[in-house]
């Protein structure tokens, strides 16, 4: 079964043709980061006009590298949720318009559900159940799949996201958006114990993530030192930093897959190709027995193809939709 999906949810315009959920026949994307990199973040109203202008040929370019036509393509798959409402909404009426033209079904596909089906890309075999860390800048969720469309919410972050936190960290140097990449790369050259930050717990939320008191705390000392006249050692700042944040995620997800028996463990999201990270949670899988799962970095930020293998699965599931779906800002990952 071949679907065509779309992806709009914040700064990427893609689109990409999936086969089965797990073959990729195509896979385009549009990316707006340079030019947001000129007000260090996203803009909204700039990104909503970007995939207004981008959409179409970046779907045309889509069934073309697949060799395909829409007269091929069985159910077209659209982000819906979460994300930049204006965003989304550029995707879902397009992706409706199309429904509606060619009589092809309509597949809502939620964003971050999306985002662990790239494993499905990455790795053909692997079928839930399992644990799942969704670590990106807007999102850290420990999630347990329990099948393709069902998924429930174990742990998730009290305040700021992991990427959230590494992005203001990263601006608070000057370093250029998006400020994670480009504190992953300096942190190899740095000293991840030159600098002491806090790891927050929640105390009546073992699973629980807390980002922001360590995000004050980088944020702090680097307007301290620049008040004293002090050089900034980025290096040792940004693996001291990154240290703080992957020793979190791995701890607190490690010990969600020990508590509830659960033996296979995947991370997924733009922070998930994080070196780092990757790293930790290999060695302290291997330590507990735990088979571990990474997505292709390819796959790792947003992307249509995870959007077509998701709704492979959504598809299979009945979810379809029709005329009245509509793009929304916030939904839960175990949404029904």
């Given amino acids: ?9 914040c700064d990427e315009t893609a689109a990409a043709v999936v086969e089965d959920g797990r073959n990729v026949l195509s896979s385009v994307i549009a990316s707006q980061v340079e030019e947001h990199k000129l007000y260090g973040g996203v803009v909204p109203e700039i990104a909503s006009r970007r995939h207004a202008e981008a959409i179409v040929p970046v779907v045309k370019q889509a069934l ?13 798959a659209v982000t819906h949720a979460p994300g930049l409402i204006g965003a989304l909404l550029v995707g879902v009426n397009f992706a409706k318009g199309l429904s509606l033209a060619t009589g092809k079904p309509l597949v809502p596909t939620h964003h971050l559900r999306s985002h662990i089906a790239s494993n499905y890309i990455s790795h053909k075999e692997l079928k839930p159940p399992f644990m799942c860390l969704v670590v990106s800048g807007g999102h850290s969720h420990i999630v347990m799949v329990e099948d393709y469309t069902k998924m429930k919410v174990i742990g998730r972050t009290r305040d700021d996201a992991a990427g959230e936190a ?11 958006y998006p400020g994670g990449i480009e504190m992953d790369k300096i942190a190899e050259s740095g000293d991840p114990k030159a600098f002491k930050f806090p790891r ?4 009546d939320a073992p699973y629980d993530f807390s980002f922001s008191g360590l995000k004050t705390s980088v944020i702090n000392l680097i307007h301290n030192m620049e008040q004293r006249g002090e050089e900034i050692p ?9 240290s703080a944040v992957v020793e979190l995620l791995v701890s607190n997800t490690i010990k969600a897959c020990e508590d ?3 033996k296979t463990l995947v991370i997924a999201g733009g922070v998930s190709a994080n070196s780092l990270l990757r790293t930790r949670f290999a060695e302290e899988s291997e330590k507990h027995g735990i088979k571990f799962y990474k997505p292709d970095k390819s796959v790792c930020t947003d992307n249509a193809a995870m959007v077509g293998s998701q709704g492979y699965y959504e598809y299979l599931n009945g ?3 029709d005329l009245s779906l509509n793009a929304v800002a916030t939904l839960p990952i175990d949404y029904r």
């Fill in 234 to 242: 980025k290096a040792d700042i940004c693996a001291s930093f990154r």
């Fill in 319 to 321: 979810n379809i939709a």
């Fill in 200 to 203: 927050p717990v929640v105390h």
């Fill in 64 to 76: 073309n590298d697949a060799d395909v036509t829409m007269d091929d393509i069985e159910a077209i």
């Fill in 166 to 176: 590494f992005d203001k960290a990263a601006r608070t140097m000057n370093m250029p």
């Fill in 1 to 9: 079964m071949k679907i065509l999906s779309i992806e709009s949810s």
């Fill in 260 to 262: 509830f028996d659960i």
